[in-house]
């Protein structure tokens, strides 16, 4: 446990770019004494942002745990997987997920092009053996503390089997990070009852039951997430994207509509600053930014992706998480116990 | 606009049948003076507790704006749509229909089986022309004020030509409710940008361009819902299920935690007490249930979904609704404007 802990930053990702991952790197390095960083980007425009934010921190000795890999392009965050795939040479994402393929780092972290970062990391880690696609997993606040829930965009059309997949991988990793025995798992749908649904939903629950290895509490609906009914909740990524960003945007617009009206009279404003620390407990529990971080499973490899829109906080949040999975070994943890579950599929 | 207005209520419909339906409709009853209910269900069951009701109000002549229609069976929540179709005779939903096919009344109201009320409201009241399926549509609270969302579950399979009818009747219905000129309609995506999504929402977003006669703004993601990016937003009933129940689950995990903060210690259950006007207004902005009533769209009548689990004041909301509708004739005007619409695709 005394070993060090490496990790490849994208530095050019996500709508800041260096400007808010360099500074964030430089935070997670004086909170992990253990961890070594390497900044995967343009050099010349790195250099300068990463003397900066180094010179403004008042322990001297963390620029030795710090380095920076030079990759002269970007990817857009509007371009095709396809095409990221095409043209990855010498690019910031492809670079970073280089290093974990050749072993120099242990994970990385990008807040670039969730399409893209599934392509390369698909094509440069490989998938684990018996898993067909990665899949997007985070954590979410629930009423029991904290739930997973995956797919969470990777794929946007997903058969039976796939379900089937992730909710493997779903309670694995819950099981691993969390550390329940037999996490109960359950099938997103439009209504408990066994006659509801798609097709593809009421194969996957068949295929489940079927499969016998996991602790299958059934359908379960959009109410039933942030509930303490289940402790992964699996889904297609169109619907698991849908429903996880409508959820942050409601909650969204319940805090706005809190702020707009305790401001609306100087009494409510005092109001406002008698009630602050009860609104900051729910802020701390619900809001999705202290969870930034998603890990893209199913990988032979860490790869956490963060939101395009996180701030240095936020950033830092995203390498914390890739520090606990290479400290659990998650990707480790999952094969060991994939073996024994996909054997029985 | 003297006319009365006569409402069928399927009184043996949801999670508390007539004992939240009757005393319900006793107070629909007070509420509009030109209102006249039909109640279907067990005579048996109905009478007793009708006059209970109308026993505990202070006017004695709403009695006579009030009648029981008998019918014997009820559709049982779980039944699938087929056995509830071939079943239909003498049940209270079927009945409830059959009132506003055969012009006894302008609208019907049931918290029953929804997929049961769509293949009824189907068979018995036929859809406008150039509309394949009914669609369930909501009002939903927004930044702007509020927003409609549909399908909200009536279709879990929808081709892009579906999505395209969506559209068309969710433009016509924010139109003619909300007086809104050229609604802004979005589909729902998990990304803004043209590649984004399943086939089936690229090819939906095409044809809703080609058509033309819309204010279509393209994609929107699932946090874009509560904005005011759009009036209308269309889906499919899998994905607008998940989405409404989830964003109303993290909606209710973000109160819980507020009532259990606020009741940690004596002062802060003071605080709770001197803000709750304050919460008492966000609770009237985002409360789903001030919101229930969903209409089934697309069928050549007004049929009024209200929750299952809806309670006395919810379910009152639901008649509300149907009163609305009636009064602005929405099933009209949507026809009137079809017309042209369809006529274009």
Known sequence: MSDSICIAVDAMGGDFGPRVVIPASVDALARHSRLTLQLVG???????????????????????????????????????????????????????????????????????????????????LKMLPGIDRPAIITAIPSEGGVSYMLDLGANVDCSAEHLLQFAIMGSVMTSAVEGIAEPRVGLLNVGAEEIKGNEQVKLASRLIREHGGLNY????????????????????????????????????????????SFSRSPWRKLMAWMVSPILNELQAHIDPARRNGASLLGLQGIVVKSHGSANRECFGYAIDQAVAEVIMDVPGSINRQLESHIADV
């Not at 059934?218 to 994207?241: A, Q, S």
């Open 217 to 260: 509490q059934g359908f379960i609906e959009g109410g039933d997430i942030f509930t303490d009914k289940v402790d992964v909740v699996v889904c297609d990524g169109f619907v698991g994207n849908i429903a996880l960003k409508s959820s942050e945007g409601v909650a969204r617009l319940m805090a706005r509509q809190l702020q707009r």
């Open 42 to 124: 343009q050099q010349d425009i790195l250099t300068p942002l990463l003397q900066q934010s180094l010179a403004k921190h008042s322990d001297k000795a963390l620029s030795s745990r710090i380095s920076i890999i030079n990759a002269e392009k970007v990817i857009g965050c509007d371009e095709r997987p396809s095409y990221a795939l095409r043209k990855r040479r010498d690019t910031s994402m492809y670079r970073a997920i280089v290093q974990v393929a050749e072993g120099q780092a242990q994970a990385c972290v990008s807040a670039g092009n969730t399409g893209a970062l599934m392509a390369l990391g698909r094509f440069t």
